[in-house]
Each structure stands twice: as structure tokens, then as C-alpha cells.
């Protein structure tokens, strides 16, 4: 019988998410994932890192320029605005 393989997948920690997140924030559009990367506080796997990233541009947090650089385009203040809109809720 064959053995099978088991992929499984690291499912970073809330804490290193909201690191990562201010990371971005801090450096929105002055670096590259790599460089990014290096300015965390604290280490982290990178393909950690880059799990991470694909979470936060899947909910529009972040978006990359032409030169790759990363840009934290989430707005509290427009989430706010649409929030309150009683026409837009269930």
C-alpha cells in the first residue's frame, strides 16, 4: 500500500497577523515583500509572511505597486461611512 502524503497547512496566529498589518502600515509603499519581511519585529517564517499577505490583499488591505512594493490601502473611515448606511444592511 502506497503511503500517502499529508499536506498540511501553518495557519499563522492572530498576534503575528496584526504585526505583520501594522508592519505594512508603518512602511505602506516604501518596500517589497522581501524587505518588508526583514523590518518585522519579530521572526517569522516566510511563507508565514506570505500567507499573511495573500490574506490581507484578499480583504483589500493591501495592494502592490508595479514595482511590487506593498501599500496598505484599507480605510477605517470609509468602512465606517458604509457600515452606517441602513440601505446597505440586511
Known amino acids: 500500500m502506497a503511503q500517502e502524503l499529508k499536506t498540511t497547512f501553518h495557519q499563522p496566529r492572530l498576534d ?7 508592519a505594512v502600515k508603518k512602511y505602506s509603499g516604501e518596500f517589497g515583500k522581501f ?3 526583514r523590518k518585522l519585529p519579530k521572526a517569522v517564517m ?3 509572511f506570505q500567507r499573511i499577505l495573500d490574506y490581507l490583499e ?3 488591505k ?3 505597486d ?4 506593498v501599500g496598505w490601502i484599507f480605510s477605517p473611515k470609509v468602512y ?5 448606511r441602513k440601505d446597505l444592511k440586511r
Not at 465606517?80 to 452606517?84: A, E, G, H, P, R
Request: no cysteine; aromatic share 18%.
Open 16 to 22: 503575528t497577523v496584526l504585526m505583520v498589518e501594522e
Open 35 to 37: 524587505q518588508l519581511w
Open 46 to 48: 516566510y511563507q508565514t
Open 58 to 60: 484578499y480583504s483589500n
Open 62 to 64: 493591501v495592494a502592490y
Open 66 to 69: 508595479k514595482a511590487g512594493k
Open 80 to 84: 465606517k461611512k458604509f457600515n452606517q
